[in-house]
């Protein structure tokens, strides 16, 4: 079992749907990131939370940080097919120097 | 500024052979990590290395070996390889809690 449950695993829709992508865990976190990874390549950060609650917005990604800090989710909308990856989440569990990763959710949008 | 940099890109092993993938950061990170991906698992960290001069083991340490030669590379070392090892190699670096960042990947197949 993963400490960093992300689901769903696979998701296909089409170009201007919207979705959402959860990240959930038992554990509290002391702050959370959301990567984006694309095929040949190394993931790349897209945003971090620190506080309970906390709400981002970047362009038409949204992500939310839950109350008591244990999950967080990323909303997309009207997705469009550059959406298309890998999306992981991983969290620093301790405020140490490891960051422990979620499973991803692969995200296929088709034109 | 190359950031995160990993050699080789690609390599082919048999089994019980022994390879050293190659890891360098030139944004003066103190912080280090090598992470394998496999499909569905997200990424596992293997080691770390917070500083100069520390390693230390991560989630999935057994049949790796590890050394922080300066403050600028981290390599990984398969001494006898194994099937199970088949997989992607991605490095990282960072600078206390800031963000990640990773390298391209070395995807290793032992046959």
Known sequence: TQLLEQSPQFLSIQEGENLTVYCNSSSVFSSLQWYRQEPGEGPVLLVTVVTGGEVKKLKRLTFQFGDARKDSSLHITAAQPGDTGLYLCAADLNAGNMLTFGGGTRLMVKP | ?111
Not at chain 2, 66 to 93: D, G, H, I, M, W
């Open chain 2, 1 to 111: 500024n190359a950031g995160v940099t990993q050699t080789p890109k690609f390599q082919v092993l048999k089994t019980g052979q022994s390879m050293t993938l190659q890891c360098a950061q030139d944004m003066n990170h103190n912080s280090m990590y090598w992470y394998r991906q496999d499909p569905g698992m997200g990424l596992r960290l293997i080691y770390y290395s917070a500083s100069e001069g520390t390693t230390d083991k991560g989630e999935v340490p057994n049949g790796y070996n590890v050394s922080r030669l300066n403050k600028r590379e981290f390599s990984l070392r398969l001494e006898s390889a194994a099937p199970s090892q088949t997989s992607v190699y991605f490095c990282a670096s960072r600078r206390g809690q800031e963000t990640q960042y990773f390298g391209p990947g070395t995807r290793l197949l032992v046959l």
